[in-house]
C-alpha cells in the first residue's frame, strides 16, 4: 500500500470515527445539546480535526442522514417489486415501517431532527431516491385510473405523512402509553390503508 492509499484509509477510519462519534451522542444527548466540541472529545480529537471532515453540525447530520437513507433504500431494493402498483405502495409501506421499527435511533434521528438540510430536492440523494420509489408507485396507479384525478405528489406526501405519524408513535411511545389499549397488530397496514382509500378511484 503507498503512502497515498494508507493516508486516505487513515481519513476514513477518522470520518468514520466521527460519524459514529457523532451518532452516538445525537442519540443520548439529543440534537440541540451536541456541539462540535463534545465530539471532539468523545473520540479525543481536537475540534479542528473534526472541521478538517465536515464544515459543521449540519454538515455532519446530512453525512449521517445520507447513510440512514442509504440503508432504507436497500430495504427498498430488497424486496420482490408486485406488478400492481397498489400493491407496490403498500410494500413500500411495510418496508419504511419494518426499517423504523428495526431501527428506531435511526429513524428518529433520520424524520425528526430539527437540523438544516442543504438541497433537499437532490434526487441523486438515497433519501429523495426512496420517496421517487413511492411516487412512481403513485404515477403509475393513476396512470391505469386506480386513482381519483389527483395529483401524484400531493398523494405521495399525504401517504407517507399518514404512515411516519404511525410509525414515530410505535419508535417513540410503549404500547401502553396508546390510549385506552396497545396498537393492534395490523396498525400499520390499518394506516396505510385508510391513506390509500381516501385517494382510490
Not at 470520518?15 to 462519534?21: C, E, G, Q, V
Not at 407496490?88 to 428506531?104: E, K, S, T, W
Not at 413511492?134 to 406526501?157: C, F, N
Amino acid at each position: 500500500m503507498g503512502i497515498t492509499e494508507r493516508r486516505e484509509r487513515e481519513r476514513e477510519e477518522v470520518r468514520r470515527k466521527i460519524l459514529d462519534a457523532a451518532r452516538e451522542l445525537f442519540a443520548t444527548e439529543g440534537y440541540a445539546n451536541v456541539t462540535m466540541r463534545k465530539i471532539a472529545e468523545a473520540i479525543e480529537y481536537s475540534p479542528t480535526a473534526i472541521y478538517g471532515h465536515f464544515e459543521d453540525k449540519d454538515d455532519l447530520v446530512q453525512a449521517l442522514c445520507h447513510e440512514d437513507f442509504a440503508r432504507l433504500l436497500a430495504v427498498f431494493d430488497s424486496q420482490e417489486i408486485p406488478p400492481d402498483p397498489l400493491d407496490r405502495i403498500r410494500m413500500l409501506g411495510h418496508g419504511y415501517a419494518l426499517f423504523a421499527r428495526q431501527n428506531p435511533n435511526h429513524y428518529r434521528f433520520m424524520f425528526m431532527t430539527p437540523a438544516k438540510f442543504e438541497h433537499p430536492h437532490d434526487l441523486s440523494d438515497p433519501g429523495q431516491q426512496s420517496f421517487q420509489r413511492l411516487l412512481a408507485a403513485v404515477e403509475e396507479a393513476k396512470a391505469r385510473g386506480l386513482l381519483r384525478p389527483v395529483d401524484p405528489m400531493l398523494v405521495s406526501q399525504v401517504l407517507w405523512a399518514s404512515l411516519h405519524g404511525a410509525v414515530s408513535l410505535l419508535v417513540t411511545y410503549r404500547p401502553e402509553q396508546f390510549p385506552a389499549a396497545p396498537p393492534p397488530a395490523d396498525f400499520v397496514e390499518q394506516t396505510c390503508e385508510n391513506a390509500l382509500r381516501g385517494f382510490l378511484a
